[in-house]
């Protein structure tokens, strides 16, 4: 059986840039594949913005290159961004005027046909077609957060850049933007490249990812993969806390109190010690209820960063 390999959709080689006296960009390189859900993390000042707008043609590089789409984008820009949508920061809007009128100026402005049925589904995409004709000043932020996907998506492109798209929502509209970005990738084949803060959204949403720190590369590969070999701790509902920690510390192992009834221990620890923990624990007569290991992406973002 022959695996088809997966074709690069932007290809950045050696890519520096300073900005004044700060090297933002320092010999970058990365690889987004076709549709790829990309994590774009990095801790403020780590250079991803300034990527981010010379991916998008708005900032000139000074030296490497970009491809995109298997084109020099230097060389092939109105081209390449036709085929781009971007989701840059809060999107603006007409608020007097309702979902359906603020894309279909939108259309107008960029020279992209205006046709019902195409605004109507780039509505129903997003999940606000029953919200059409609502004026957009009564929306949620998240309900907002949504319609500025909705603009990237006019024009059909193959590619979004979605910056930030979460930031500043609640639990039910980082749901909602988290969800429809998989839709978007699952059920209409965007590749998406996703910078966010929130490490959870790259966890939950991304396949691939990158970590960047003073305009460098520090890791690039599978979120699973990546995870694999990192940050791993055990949660244990135990009947008797004091005790499990106790024992456990004793032990030498790094305890925390968690869980809504404070019936749940964090260990730190890797998943070929989670039978010891318990054998530890079961020989000082103490309960287990449940274990559950898991992944953490912050503690390997802090690490690295």
Request: neutral net charge.
């Amino acid at each position: 059986m022959i695996l088809m390999q997966k074709k690069p959709v932007v290809e950045i080689k050696g890519v520096s840039k300073k900005l004044g006296s700060i090297q933002a960009v320092d010999k970058l390189d990365m690889c987004v594949y076709e549709n790829d859900i990309y994590g774009f993390l990095g801790p403020n000042g780590s250079g991803k913005s300034t990527t981010i707008r010379m991916m998008l043609a708005l900032l000139s590089r000074d030296s490497g290159s970009i491809n995109i789409f298997g084109k020099p984008l230097d060389k092939n820009r109105d081209q390449i961004l036709g085929n781009m949508g971007a989701f840059i920061e809060k999107p603006d809007f007409y608020e007097y005027l309702t979902a359906y009128k603020n894309l279909e100026l939108l259309c107008k402005y960029s020279g992209v046909p205006a046709i019902p049925d195409k605004i109507n589904a780039t509505l129903e995409s997003v999940g606000l077609l029953d919200r059409a004709n609502s004026k957009v000043k009564t929306f949620s932020k998240g309900m907002k957060q949504r319609l500025g996907i909705g603009q990237t998506l006019l024009h059909d492109p193959d590619l979004l850049i979605l910056d930030e798209p979460t930031s500043g929502l609640d639990p039910s509209g980082v749901k909602d933007i988290r969800d429809l970005i998989r839709s978007l990738n699952r059920d209409k084949g965007k590749t998406i490249i996703l910078s966010s803060h929130q490490l959870q959204d790259i966890e939950m949403t991304a396949n691939r990812m990158c970590i960047i720190n003073k305009g460098k590369l520090i890791v690039e590969g599978d979120v699973g993969e990546l995870l694999m070999k990192h940050s791993y701790f055990t949660v244990f509902e135990v009947d008797q806390i004091d005790s499990s920690v106790e024992v456990l510390e004793s032990s030498g192992f790094e305890i925390e109190i968690i869980g809504n009834d404070r019936n749940q221990i964090k260990v730190v620890c890797k998943r070929e010690i989670v039978p010891e923990i318990n054998k530890i624990l079961v020989n000082n007569n103490i309960a287990v209820k449940s274990i559950g290991t898991k992944q953490n992406l912050e503690d390997y973002f802090l690490t690295l960063t």
